[in-house]
């Protein structure tokens, strides 16, 4: 059954306010790594991160990101030939490197035919003072996201996790970049070990209170390969992994009490089966997304009911 009735600020049509023709992300593997991978703040990065689970079939760090680039639009033309198209740095840390080299990254990409825009997928400690006078500058002169990978608002699970940072940090980054008037965006796991239905709910506000443009979630996944892979077998007690239904419900109780004017731009992530432990449910993202939509019908209910203004 397809529901009509979209009961939150979907990306869509985020996108078509923002642009007169259709686009579409293309991701991008530009070789940084982490602060929390090479020794500055740790070793082997965050706990459950397997970046193999993200990168496209098109997307390979050995070749050049106008490659990468021109690929994924071969990719996504043969359906789509007038698709304008935004560069997606999307694995690992995308700002950990000095600001020239940077700075020549994302003018390469931005120089690829049908590129409009750039999204950073980054952290939150890694955004400095000059790093900002640069994307103040990109953001006048093309479409710019600054996209946060926030995972938690609890500061036991992010130590647990091996971010390498705190909530406070998040917030702070968050404030800098939109005092630059530059957009940002956010992504969050939920189901992460410790963390309950409660602490969720609680998230919701701390959530709520940055200036977010965009957010992402998704369910825990356990990835082998990972440190978090390890310790599920080690301990499997201290994790709970969960079921479509169930977790289409645990959505819509956090969706329910976010600020109503967060542009949701997806609530679910499939990884590769070959690399995939747990949960498998069997259902592409659209599909996950159709039953949402008609739980919240079912619910009577919508992104913000009970969000509560601080």
Do not use: W
């Given at each position: 059954m397809m529901v009509k009735d979209i009961r939150y600020n979907d990306f869509s049509t985020f996108l078509s306010k923002e642009f007169s023709f259709k686009v579409q992300k293309i991701s991008i593997n530009a070789g940084f790594t982490c602060p929390n991978r090479n020794g500055t703040k740790g070793f082997g990065g965050c706990t459950y991160c397997n970046n193999q689970t993200f990168n496209p079939a098109y997307c390979h760090m050995e070749k050049s990101i106008s490659c990468?680039?021109?690929?994924?639009?071969?990719?996504?033309?043969?359906?789509?030939?007038?698709?304008?198209?935004?560069?997606?740095f999307q694995a690992y840390?995308?700002?950990?490197?000095?600001?020239?080299?940077?700075?020549?990254?994302?003018e390469e990409a931005l120089s690829v035919d049908k590129i409009v825009g750039i999204i950073i997928g980054t952290r939150p400690d890694c955004v400095s003072d000059e790093l900002l006078d640069y994307l103040e500058e990109l953001n006048g002169k093309t479409f710019l996201l600054v996209e946060f990978g926030i995972e938690s608002a609890n500061d036991k699970t992010l130590q647990r996790i091996n971010r390498g940072h705190t909530f406070a940090c998040t917030q702070d980054a968050f404030a800098?970049?939109?005092?630059?008037?530059?957009?940002?965006?956010?992504?969050?796991?939920?189901?992460?070990p410790g963390e309950n239905h409660e602490e969720l709910m609680r998230q919701t506000t701390l959530i709520s209170d940055l200036p977010l443009v965009t957010l992402k979630l998704h369910q825990l996944q356990l990835i082998k390969g990972t440190r978090m892979a390890f310790d599920y077998k080690q301990n499997p007690e201290m994790f709970h992994l969960y079921g479509v239904d169930e977790y289409v419900d645990v959505v819509i109780d956090y969706v329910e009490r976010l600020r109503p004017d967060i542009v949701l731009e997806r609530f679910v992530s499939q990884s590769p089966k070959d690399l995939l432990i747990g949960p498998d449910w069997g259902i592409k993202n659209y599909e996950f997304t159709e039953r949402l939509k008609l739980r919240l019908h079912e619910r009577d209910t919508w992104q913000g009911k009970y969000y509560k203004e601080n």
């Open positions: 990468q680039l021109e690929d994924g639009k071969t990719f996504f033309s043969r359906k789509y030939p007038e698709m304008r198209y935004l560069a997606y840390t995308n700002t950990y490197a000095k600001v020239e080299e940077l700075r020549r990254m994302y800098r970049v939109a005092n630059r008037g530059i957009r940002t965006g956010g992504h969050v796991i939920l189901g992460l």
